[in-house]
């Protein structure tokens, strides 16, 4: 478990730093930028890439392993009262989010179709079948609360560095992985911001067309004024997260409770 976490934050950060890069040639060329499945998608091309995909999957599903066990076993004490629960249920999501990268990402590797559509067209019909139910509305307008609330924990975590806590005293340049860290979390709280705002839209018109993911925050930020220098600002704050993650993988403390 230990493991497969370490090798979940490698692959979660090498997805960033993807993200993050061909956003910046976004930013420059004026293309459009792509979210994480399309930075995923652009390893497909060639066997080296595939045996990356295997590995990322793998990767992908530990650190949801790994999320799923801190919401439920709560290795790392965040307690049960609202404050916790908040964040293990966060937990929870990003390991609901995770399992389907890990899927997306295995499809790939094994070249069975593409893997599906994009995080944007995911978002659509995400928004689509949970206003098929009944109060469907509500959920959706929801899922736009919750986002929104993790776009503030980014903040915050972006402000406090809480994250520096965990790890380990032999962190080599502390400072300047701390620096990446908190320019990774408030990037990754512009990002959650719009998701939730999309989602927020879509409740509120009653059209599942109006969510939206990642790659549409991305386009959203290159259609402002100045939108270039702002998807660059942001898109290498993501590549920073990224980098982030890949030091987390040899030098966060873990704490692992086995699920299995």
Do not use: C
């Given at each position: 478990?230990t493991t ?10 090498l997805t ?16 459009a ?7 995923l ?18 990767g ?7 999320r799923?066990?801190?919401a ?15 964040k ?5 999501v ?26 944007d ?13 009944p109060?469907?509305?509500?959920l ?14 980014n903040?915050?975590?972006a402000?406090k560095?809480?994250?520096?806590k965990?790890?380990?005293g032999d ?10 860290g ?22 509120l ?7 939206g993911?990642t790659g549409q ?7 402002q004024?100045y ?5 660059g ?8 997260f ?16 086995s699920?299995?």
């Amino acid at each position: 478990m230990t493991t497969l976490a370490r090798l979940g934050f490698a692959a979660r950060g090498l997805t960033y730093v993807l993200i993050g890069w061909f956003a910046i040639a976004a930013a420059r060329s004026g293309g459009a930028p792509g979210d994480n499945r399309a930075a995923l998608g652009s390893l497909a091309d060639s066997a080296a890439g595939q045996w990356l995909l295997a590995v990322i999957a793998l990767g992908l599903l530990g650190y949801a392993l790994w999320r799923f066990s801190e919401a439920w076993f709560d290795p790392e004490r965040h307690g049960s009262d609202a404050k916790g629960l908040a964040k293990r249920g966060g937990f929870a999501v990003s390991g609901l989010v995770h399992v389907g990268l890990a899927l997306f990402a295995a499809r790939l590797a094994l070249d069975w179709g593409g893997g599906g559509g994009s995080g944007d067209a995911e978002a659509d019909e995400g928004a689509a079948g949970l206003m098929a139910l009944p109060g469907g509305v509500w959920l959706v307008g929801a899922v736009g609360l919750v986002l929104l609330a993790s776009a503030a924990g980014n903040f915050a975590e972006a402000y406090k560095a809480g994250f520096a806590k965990y790890f380990r005293g032999d962190l080599p340049a502390r400072e300047a992985v701390v620096g990446a860290g908190r320019l990774g979390y408030a990037a990754r709280g512009v990002v959650f911001v719009l998701v939730g705002w999309f989602a927020l839209q879509a409740a509120l018109n009653h059209d599942p067309e109006a969510a939206g993911g990642t790659g549409q925050a991305l386009r959203t930020l290159q259609d402002q004024p100045y939108g270039p220098l702002l998807l660059g600002i942001v898109a290498a704050g993501l590549l920073l997260f990224g980098v982030f993650g890949i030091v987390q993988a040899r030098y966060r403390q873990v704490q692992v409770v086995s699920p299995l």
